[in-house]
């Protein structure tokens, strides 16, 4: 059975940091693309990170380049986010999401969804 377990949300204020992590079990594939999306109140769900754990490829929405590092452990199949200098608009859900696709990930058509983590960005 296919599961992701999403953590490290919290509340943080304007400029601080934190780490999301999402552990991935259940995959016999070693090529997925493992990211994050969210989606804040009365917002449409947006595709903030993802990365490749074949080849190491990323891509980073507009809205978080330059403030995010994504990067993953392959014998774990965990994920880490990391987010700077965080604003308000950050404030969402957080999910993590993993497909065998890259492109199905792009699309915001994942296979497989964790539960949210909630992170909140005060100002």
């Known amino acids: 059975e296919v599961q992701l377990q999403a953590s490290g949300g919290g509340l943080v204020q304007t400029g601080g940091s934190l780490r999301l992590s999402c552990v991935v079990s259940?995959?016999?594939?070693?090529?997925?693309?493992i990211g994050w999306f969210r989606q804040a109140p009365g917002k449409e769900r947006e595709g903030v990170s993802c990365?490749?754990?074949?080849?190491?490829?990323?891509y980073y929405a507009d809205s978080v380049k330059g403030r995010a590092a994504i990067s993953n452990v392959i014998d774990g199949n965990m994920v880490y986010l990391q987010m700077y200098d965080l604003e308000p608009e950050d404030t969402a859900v957080y999910y993590c999401?993993?497909?065998?696709?890259?492109?199905?990930?792009?699309?915001?058509?994942?296979?497989?969804w964790g539960q949210g983590t909630l992170v909140t960005v005060s100002s």
């Open positions: 259940g995959f016999t594939a070693d090529d997925l693309a």
């Open positions: 990365i490749s754990t074949y080849d190491g490829s990323t």
């Open positions: 999401a993993a497909d065998r696709s890259f492109t199905k990930w792009l699309r915001g058509t994942s296979d497989y």
